[in-house]
């Protein structure tokens, strides 16, 4: 039970038009729709203000918010836009194409409301618009912070409700290369480098990998989160199968065991034809030269396996090695 909205507006009648908030929200909306082997993730819905299509208006923006948040219980939520954020006296805007001076379009304070007043599961908030992060900010201190651009803002989020901005609240965001910055480097995170070892990309792992990205003189992505329990927002390619970490103990007795190799794992006729499994020597050797590449495992030194193999030295477990012991031992994978 995953659903998502994704807006994207190139096109504002009254000038300052886009460039890549439609190619933000549509590229967002393709990746999210499924997980990396193809089976379905979010059932997503695009809004895209574009040149000559269908006026994206603060009406039929807050007729979607009511729509995802209604009848939302058990339900994982998510919402993205891309396209102008404006800060007022009332704070800060999600700025839609029938925008006037007094009515630039969806109240950032409007949209935190419903997430928290929401039953749904989760609620995850991305926003990748100038002024983006003052999403969650308490009302009433979004302007002075602003004016006085050092204060630093108080959030109020209910349990698993997160908000992933481009920018501080006080800051513009920028697009590059027919993208926003920020949803870039997001869409390379979803697809596989923001993974775990299983594949899963939350986020946090996200924010890690986004915000890593930009440095002190760029526009600083903001994560808010209260959370008892991520949500997956897409699971890439894993780093290994589950099942091989579920084997973790029969190859480690003991979280702080150490193997011993001999020549015999290396054993003869390498590389082995396709079919032929090896002897069982082999087969642990190959099983734990795949955890040494996802640095599951190491030695002393960090020396290569064939040369501990030849020389009848140890390999043991690593920091991250002996969590996913842990994990398996209590039969949680």
Request: hydrophobic fraction near 40%; proline fraction near 5%; aromatic fraction near 8%.
């Amino acid at each position: 039970m995953k659903r998502a909205i994704f807006v994207g507006i190139d096109h504002y009648p009254l000038g300052g038009s886009l460039a890549g908030c439609v190619a933000d929200a549509t590229a967002l909306s393709d990746l999210l729709s499924t997980h990396a082997d193809g089976s379905p993730n979010w059932r997503t819905q695009l809004i895209a203000g574009e040149e000559g299509g269908v006026e994206v208006t603060r009406e039929s923006v807050r007729q979607a918010l009511t729509q995802l948040f209604a009848n939302a219980r058990d339900t994982d939520l998510l919402f993205f836009f891309a396209g102008h954020g404006a800060q007022t006296a009332w704070g800060a805007d999600l700025v839609t194409q029938d925008a006037t001076e007094h009515s630039l379009g969806v109240s950032m304070s409007d949209l935190i409301t419903l997430a928290n007043d929401s039953p749904a599961r989760s609620a995850t908030l991305i926003l990748d618009c100038c002024f983006s992060g003052d999403l969650g900010n308490t009302p009433g201190q979004q302007p002075a912070a602003v004016a006085e651009n050092f204060r630093l803002n108080k959030s109020t989020l209910r349990e698993n409700v997160t908000v992933l901005a481009a920018s501080r609240g006080t800051e513009p965001s920028q697009e590059v290369n027919g993208h926003g910055a920020f949803t870039r480097i997001l869409l390379d995170g979803l697809e596989g480098g923001a993974t775990d070892h299983l594949g899963k990309v939350t986020a946090l792992s996200l924010y890690g990998y986004v915000s890593a990205a930009f440095d002190a003189w760029q526009q600083r992505p903001v994560l808010k989160t209260s959370l008892t329990e991520p949500v997956t927002l897409r699971i890439g390619p894993p780093w290994l199968d589950a099942n091989l970490l579920r084997q973790l103990p029969n190859h480690f007795p003991e979280v702080n065991s150490r193997v011993r190799l001999s020549p015999e794992h290396e054993g003869e006729g390498r590389p082995l034809p396709p079919g032929i499994p090896g002897t069982s020597e082999q087969q642990q050797f190959d099983y734990l030269g795949r955890l040494r590449n996802a640095n599951l495992v190491t030695t002393d030194g960090q020396r290569d396996h064939y040369w501990v193999a030849m020389e009848s030295g140890e390999v043991y477990l690593t920091a991250m090695g002996r969590y996913f012991w842990n994990l398996a031992k209590r039969r949680v994978l």
